[in-house]
């Protein structure tokens, strides 16, 4: 079949036949190798990030305290609500370590018997005042801390209010 021919006397055709064919490359077969590892890594920065910022189920890893319940705050810790205590201001606090922490206000009586209950295998509560209060007690798995307790590391510290009434802070937390 024969060729339209150019005003310059040319062939429109083959020209365009050779161009088209020295123009066509092989990035139709590198592109989707080069491509592929960009999705993956742009996938991955991505999904990084939304598990950073994200607070499903009270998981906030952002390190900024969160009320819970009580009874978590205390399970953590390898401990249960003593019976007549009023528990409050429970917290955890998240990040590369877990912190919970509880108020407790209870009958200055029981408290000492509500720590031998907690942590049997544990040594004596400490007395003394100052940081400590007066009654301290720091509990680690290998000082007396139960296995059910998730936390490394038991701190309670004790205040009296009076001659009936003592508050108690708990913090649980791991290393």
């Known amino acids: 079949m024969p060729q339209p021919v150019s005003p310059k006397g ?3 055709g083959a020209v365009a036949v050779v161009e088209a064919e020295r123009g066509r490359t092989r990035w139709g077969l590198v592109l989707p190798f080069v491509a592929l590892p960009v999705l993956v890594l742009g996938f991955l920065v991505l999904g990084l990030f939304m598990w950073a910022w994200s607070d499903e189920n009270g998981d ?8 819970v319940p009580c009874a978590e705050a205390l399970a953590f810790g390898g401990a249960a609500p003593p019976g ?5 201001d429970c917290t955890v ?10 108020v407790l206000r209870m009958p200055r009586e029981d408290v000492r018997g509500w720590l031998r209950t907690t942590y049997p295998d544990a040594p004596q509560p400490r007395t003394g005042g100052g940081v400590c209060g007066a009654l301290c007690l720091d509990v680690t798995h290998e000082e007396g ?3 059910t307790a998730q936390a490394h590391v038991v701190q309670v510290r004790v205040e009296y209010e009076n001659a009936e009434t003592a508050r108690v802070r708990f913090s649980a937390f791991t290393m």
């Open 10 to 12: 040319g062939r429109q």
């Open 60 to 67: 906030d890893r952002s390190g900024a305290a969160a009320g």
């Open 84 to 88: 007549e205590a009023e528990v409050r």
């Open 93 to 102: 606090q998240r990040g590369i370590d877990t912190a919970y922490s509880a």
């Open 145 to 147: 801390l139960p296995g």
